[in-house]
């Protein structure tokens, strides 16, 4: 018997457009984003049909835009496939994902969630503004080679880390903007395919953004959370969480903590889930599940 997993998405995967078919098509698609608007306080909608790009892209956006795009998809397998959603086991969402996981097995309520993204994305955004800082993705090393590429990048008394581990040979890292210019040049020395610069707005998942660590704590301590029905798997430990003093404690460590994506697939795997669904929008966890488990089936739900 099949053992299934949903994966959320997280920040990168938005687009401007994303949703509006589904949206189009379904009643409760609709009423789930007039919901999202209320607590917003703003034209979600608007933004993810039309744009403009740069304000889906920025972090105090995509982060609640990705959010509710993967409410958006459960709906669509609510309306087509009611039985996935009770075969689910566990769940994991790549650290924004982290959230919708948690609100999806029922964890905190999608408005609750919803609000706690939204001042994540603010408290990110903050702490990012505060220091020159960036991500660059790392590809064809392996782990241990990437952290010697750190340390050889890193200028004095600046951060820079391994931030995502996301799939064999493909791992961000995080740190100072002047340290993450040194990145390209050392990770090609040490055989690198290729290193990318990526377009977000500083260091997550590193210490660059402590100042929104005791914000996240105070917007957790307003919401109530309950035991999950199902199992969440953690970004910061790659284990299965259903408590909610483990989920607060989670979540706040996830700001400063490496996403270990990697592991937490392998973990599920591991623990004999064998189908997994890509709950939201694009195609990017697909493409890790790939790359980690190739002959594992994951599906999409939106394109």
């Not at 034209?43 to 995509?62: M, Y």
């Not at 097995?105 to 919803?114: I, P, Q, V, Y």
């Not at 707005?201 to 919401?223: D, N, Q, R, Y």
Request: with cysteine; charged share 25%.
């Amino acid at each position: 018997m099949d053992k299934i997993a949903f994966l959320f998405p997280g920040q990168g995967a938005q687009q401007v457009g994303m949703c509006r078919e589904i949206c189009e098509a379904l009643p409760a698609a609709r009423e789930l984003l007039e919901r999202a608007n209320d607590v917003l306080r703003y034209d979600l909608a608007k933004i993810c049909f039309e744009g403009p790009e740069d304000r889906l892209n920025s972090t105090v956006v995509s982060q609640p835009a990705l959010y509710v795009s993967s409410f958006l998809a459960l709906e669509k397998l609510r309306d087509e496939s009611p039985q996935l959603i009770d075969d689910c086991q566990a769940a994991a969402g790549l650290s924004l994902g982290e959230y919708t996981a948690i609100a999806f097995a029922g964890g905190f309520s999608f408005e609750d969630g919803l609000k706690l993204v939204q001042r994540r994305g603010e408290a990110m955004q903050a702490a990012a503004d505060e220091t020159p800082s960036g991500m660059v993705s790392v590809l064809g090393l392996e782990r241990s080679q990437v952290a010697e590429v750190c340390d050889a990048a890193r200028q004095e008394g600046e951060i820079l880390q391994i931030a995502n581990l996301l799939c064999p040979g493909n791992t961000a890292v995080s740190g100072h903007q002047e340290s993450c210019n040194h990145v390209a040049a050392v990770a090609e020395s040490a055989g690198a395919m290729k290193s990318i610069p990526l377009a977000v707005a500083g260091a997550f998942h590193t210490l660059i953004m402590e100042s929104a660590v005791a914000k996240l704590e105070s917007a957790l301590a307003e919401v109530e959370i309950q035991p999950s029905r199902i199992p969440v798997y953690s970004n910061v430990d790659a284990k299965p969480h259903t408590e909610p003093d483990e989920f607060r404690e989670l979540l706040v460590r996830q700001v400063c903590s490496p996403v270990l994506w990697h592991d937490s697939i392998q973990q599920l795997l591991d623990d004999d889930f064998n189908e997994f669904f890509e709950v939201g929008y694009g195609r990017v966890l697909r493409g890790l599940m790939k790359r980690i488990a190739r002959r594992t089936p994951c599906h999409g739900v939106l394109e």
